[in-house]
């Protein structure tokens, strides 16, 4: 059996062959299967961190962990992805709960805040998020902002 | 200014990001057109770009035949904004023609936006299709026969 496990590395420490799978996969869905003309490549994608789920050299679910001070003063977590031939199969959760649990225990960022298309709203609550803006357009994609910020134990 | 010809596997991780950069930023921003621009040909393919301070200038690749048409093909012709006018266009698909006539007798196809058909001709191309659309732009494939040296 194939032991299937999540990876996350930093952008230099990606070999070119997985960037570019990660990069078809992105452009895959966010430029075509969301007809969406935009700077997919942002130059963001240096400094963040990238966490995927690859399976006999496709890789099936992905998102990139920014921390703060890149895309905003929080940390963030876009770009993210299940392949289109692997919705339904419970990746989404692994990678969002993979995703929060790393950039908050070991990148030790406090908050999160994300762009979630805004039928995703329950989705992400599940791990915390809440709305924090009024529905927008980007892209012809009704989004809000989502923030997470990490519970104190100060009674 | 020198041409870095590398096969894919010799691109180094800054060198494929600039390039797929700057292809995005041309073929799907510029050209407002949502297409699959990374599309899995690129392993199999040789890069021939200018680069200078980590940012491409000019960009195509060589797709060897048989691999998306029955001749060899240059594809994904670009040249940075910034840099346009400059000549490089029509440098760099020279390189690509010297680069494909070492190592090929075939005639080179190309599928050529509408609005650079005389440029095409001039560097020897000659259209062999009529106008049509490929990801809603104009397009006519144009091939280049080899040429002898005379």
Same mark, same amino acid.
């Given at each position: ?11 230099? /420490? ?8 990660? /990069? ?17 490549? &942002? ?31 929080? /940390? ?22 993979? /995703?929060? &649990? ?19 709203? &329950? ?14 357009? &980007? ?17 | 200014?020198?041409?870095? @010809? ?71 012709? @670009? ?37 650079? @058909?005389?440029?095409?001709?001039? @560097? ?27």
């Amino acid at each position: 059996m194939v032991v299937i496990e999540w990876k996350i590395k930093k952008f230099h /420490a990606l070999t070119t062959t997985e960037w570019y799978k990660i /990069a078809k996969l992105r452009s895959d869905v966010f430029i075509v299967e969301q007809a969406c003309v935009y700077d997919e490549f &942002d130059q963001r994608d240096q400094p963040s961190l990238h966490l995927f789920l690859e399976d006999d050299g496709e890789i099936l679910s992905y998102s990139r962990l920014m921390p703060g001070g890149v895309m905003y003063k929080e /940390a963030s977590i876009s770009r993210v992805i299940v392949s289109e031939n692997h919705r339904g199969e419970g990746y989404a959760g692994q990678l969002l709960q993979q /995703a929060v &649990d790393y950039v908050s225990q070991v990148m030790k960022e406090s908050a999160i805040k994300i762009q979630a298309e805004q039928y995703l709203t &329950d989705f992400y609550r599940r791990f915390g998020f809440r709305v924090i803006s009024e529905p927008y357009l &980007d892209c012809g994609i009704s989004h809000v902002d989502m923030l997470r910020e990490e519970e104190t134990d100060d009674l | 200014m020198t041409y870095k @010809l590398k096969r894919f596997e010799q691109l180094t991780l800054d060198e494929l990001y600039a390039i797929l950069k700057s292809r995005v930023e041309v073929f799907v921003v510029e050209q407002t057109c949502p297409y699959p621009e990374v599309d899995g040909l690129d392993p199999d393919c040789l890069h021939l770009f200018q680069e200078q301070d980590g940012e491409i200038l000019s960009y195509c690749r060589l797709i060897p035949k048989n691999l998306r048409y029955q001749y060899p093909s240059i594809g994904r012709i @670009l040249v940075h904004p910034n840099h346009r006018k400059s000549n490089y266009g029509r440098k760099l698909v020279q390189e690509a023609i010297r680069v494909l006539e070492t190592e090929t007798k075939d005639p080179i196809i190309i599928h050529a936006q509408v609005y650079l @058909l005389s440029f095409y001709q001039s @560097l020897g191309f000659e259209a062999i299709t009529e106008a049509y659309l490929e990801d809603g732009i104009l397009h006519r494939d144009m091939l280049r026969q080899p040429q002898g040296k005379g």
